[in-house]
């Protein structure tokens, strides 16, 4: 891949180009993919998420990367979190075209930054979202599935190989509940040449396992494919301390960005309670290391757009 960083479009850097950008600041990243998508009035509420409008309606998710560029953001995330071979499989989606549905998520995702047309560098982060987000019942929030770090490295090695022949900037390994996913994707990554960032979600000072993030966050610090680690998909009240102690124990980047702060109910499929997101943590979290700050589930343009405010001085749109 080229390593020059690109102009308005996204740059295609690999690992030196992403992690030279972070050596000059902060990046922003965008929000929660799934609320923008509902907000343009898209049902979501099968088992396949928002990876089920790569197939219908992949011009509402170019869309809804584009509502976040336009609001600040450096760096998207692509539709890919919950789209997985098993997963299409049981809607009847051949392996062929569950590859064809994760390179257009990369695809995609480049064509917002092209038609934003921002005049600056813009990124794509292609997500592999955890085993459990697979099942689609809420486990990605316990962990814990009965597998072994093999297996788990079998599921994801596949789809990961899908997503780095697309040639994204950089792979978001995310939400990950447990240290054994996090030890099978570490695995995983390796060879595929393209960077990866590792982001857990985290209640208290802990996995969504039970694990100590000490030892969830040092599995990471020696990995050369990771240019980041943190936390994603947690109440912001959990990401100050979390940031400081990713930054500590492992001497990368740090990567932050909460949800909300709501509750998911898994039975309902929806979110419950107040929002706590404030995007004047941000400068606490850029204090404590942190390099890549957005938001995930119900953060929106309107949030991101107050976080690049903060983290570049853009005034919001």
Not at 174 to 199: F, I, K, M, N, Q
Request: glycine share 10%.
């Amino acid at each position: 891949m080229n390593d020059a960083v690109g102009t308005g479009a996204a740059p295609r850097g690999g690992a030196r180009g992403l992690a030279a950008a972070l050596a000059r600041g902060p990046l922003v990243l965008d929000g929660g993919l799934s609320n923008q998508l509902q907000a343009a009035g898209h049902d979501l509420s099968d088992d396949l998420w928002s990876a089920r409008l790569l197939a219908e309606r992949p011009d509402a998710v170019r869309d809804a990367h584009r509502a976040y560029y336009e609001a600040g953001a450096d760096v998207v995330i692509t539709a890919s979190y919950q789209a997985t071979f098993e997963g299409f499989a049981r809607h009847g989606v051949d392996a062929v075209s569950t590859a064809e549905l994760l390179r257009l998520s990369v695809t995609v995702a480049r064509e917002a930054a092209v038609l934003t047309g921002a005049g600056r560098p813009l990124w794509v982060a292609a997500s592999a979202g955890p085993y459990g987000a697979m099942l689609a019942d809420g486990s990605e929030y316990r962990g814990n599935y009965g597998l072994d770090v093999a297996a788990l490295e079998r599921f994801h090695r596949p789809r990961l190989e899908v997503l780095c022949a697309a040639a994204p900037d950089v792979l978001a390994l995310e939400t990950v509940p447990d240290t054994d996913e996090a030890r099978a994707l570490l695995r995983a990554v390796r060879g595929l040449g393209v960077p990866a960032w590792l982001s857990y979600s985290v209640a208290g000072g802990r996995t969504r396992a039970g694990q100590p993030l000490t030892e969830a966050f040092a599995l990471a610090a020696d990995a050369d494919e990771v240019v980041a680690v943190g936390v994603n998909c947690c109440d912001p009240r959990d990401a100050d301390a979390a940031v400081e102690l990713a930054a500590r124990v492992t001497g990368k980047p740090v990567v932050v960005y909460p949800n909300s702060g709501e509750t998911w109910d898994a039975a309902a499929r929806a979110w419950r309670g107040p929002s706590r997101f404030e995007p004047g943590a941000v400068e606490r979290w850029r204090e404590a290391g942190a390099q890549l700050i957005g938001g995930c589930c119900r953060v929106g343009p309107d949030a991101i757009a107050r976080v690049a405010a903060e983290v570049h001085g853009r005034a919001a749109p």
